[in-house]
């Protein structure tokens, strides 16, 4: 049996769990973070107009500083990659394809969120949208916080029509439309709320490696892919209110699951659903698609 420094007879680790000063210390620091993190949470809830759930995001985020953080993000990405010249046939294409669905978000937002018994916030009425085209063989696209977007050349082959590019870009365009951006970096907070509990409350490192990795599997994981489900209904109703055919949602998802093969791009990688899941939501969605086109798909839209 090992002496404790104290002198004390340890019997079987109870006296150093159990009460004395230390554990009483460590446990107020783990309380007083619970109550920060409580507080964090629950003072920065709001509800969705889009999708009518609640939401977690940092209320002290404004608009414009989410917009300059997209701004500098975009900015940083297109001196590093190779933008393609914006009078080129596809990048015409593509802008025409992100003005058509662009003009349908006022709609579509006003008609969800009547759905969900709510009214229309119209945050992106403040957004500066652009499209750029990059080009790469990732089949890929991104609308970052504010409307900066990009396609990359990698996706027109799998997309094979404009119906496919408007449905991934309708998925893009519903991440920034629904703050996702912003909800995770509250995440992000919270996560580092629960990091400084662990490393005050004496968590060892590999301890917190495991609670770090329990809270990614049990919930940052599901959580974005919530995001990818709520990314794809609202895609797919702007996709149809800006006159595409949404039904091209379902084989192009599925040549996007073969075409990644194991390697999938980063948008398009571990925390979008499995494709049968997701394609089995498109599906079911499908009617609603089709009355958001007949209600919203008027003549002449398409020759913006
Ligand atoms: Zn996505």
């Known amino acids: 049996m090992r002496q404790d420094p104290f002198g004390n007879q340890n019997t079987g680790g109870r006296t150093r769990r159990g009460g004395g000063l230390f554990g009483n210390v460590r446990w107020l620091i783990l309380l007083g973070f619970a109550i920060y993190g409580g507080c964090y949470y629950f ?59 662009i003009a349908k978000v006022d709609v579509v937002e006003t008609a969800l969120a009547q759905e969900h018994g709510m009214q229309p916030q119209h945050f992106s009425r403040d957004f500066d949208w652009e499209v750029n085209v990059i080009q790469s063989d990732q089949a890929n696209a991104f609308c970052l916080p504010g409307g900066k977007m990009a396609v990359y050349t990698g996706l027109i082959p799998v997309a094979q029509n404009a119906d496919a590019v408007a449905v991934v870009m309708g998925h893009e365009i519903a991440h920034a439309l629904l703050r996702h951006g912003a909800q995770r970096m509250a995440q992000q907070k919270l996560t580092q709320i629960g990091q400084m509990a662990g490393a005050a409350g004496g968590l060892d490192a590999q301890q917190q490696q495991m609670m ?93």
């Open 212 to 304: 770090m990795s329990a809270m990614g599997y049990g919930y940052l994981l599901p959580y974005a892919r919530s995001h990818e489900t709520q990314a794809d209904e609202v895609g797919l109703m702007l996709a149809a209110a800006a006159c595409f055919n949404p039904e091209e949602a379902v084989p192009l998802w599925q040549r996007m699951s073969q075409a990644s093969g194991g390697e999938a791009p980063p948008e398009f990688s571990s925390t979008h659903p499995n494709p049968g899941t997701r394609i089995q939501n498109l599906q079911a969605l499908m009617p609603k698609a089709m009355e958001y086109r007949q209600k919203f798909c008027t003549q002449g839209a398409a020759s913006l």
């Open 43 to 101: 003072g920065n809830r709001s509800v969705d107009p889009y999708t009518g759930e609640k939401v977690l995001i940092d209320s002290a985020l404004d608009a414009n500083e989410e917009k300059a953080l997209g701004l500098q993000a975009y900015q940083e990405i297109l001196s590093q990659e190779r933008p393609l010249d914006p009078n080129a046939q596809i990048s015409r294409q593509v802008r025409e394809i992100a003005s058509r669905l």
